[in-house]
């Protein structure tokens, strides 16, 4: 299982190709909240993130880090789901 993960101040971002060819992408930050789905307008220069994991991934989550502080956001991208 090949990983490779990156870390800029106080965000850590996580790659790891799973047995069935799933990427497991993690990114990892201080913030407890969890994350919404919102609204952006379309002037509006945030707030579509969320919304692209939704629509590309099979699968995503969210969990609170080991020792308390933050939160990782977690998802699950395939090539079936890519394909369709």
């Known amino acids: 299982m090949p990983s490779l993960a990156f870390s800029i101040r ?3 971002v996580r790659f790891q190709l ?3 060819n ?3 992408i993690e990114v990892h930050d201080a913030d407890s909240e969890k994350p919404a789905l919102r609204p952006a307008s379309v002037s509006s220069e945030t707030g579509r993130g969320l919304l692209l994991v939704e629509e590309l ?4 989550g969210c969990c ?3 020792g308390g502080i933050g939160k990782f956001v977690w998802c699950h991208v395939s090539p079936e ?3 369709a």
């Open 10 to 12: 106080l965000i850590f």
């Open 81 to 83: 789901a890519a394909a």
């Open 64 to 66: 609170p880090r080991k």
């Open 18 to 20: 799973v047995p069935d």
């Open 22 to 24: 799933t990427l497991r």
């Open 57 to 60: 991934a099979t699968q995503w």
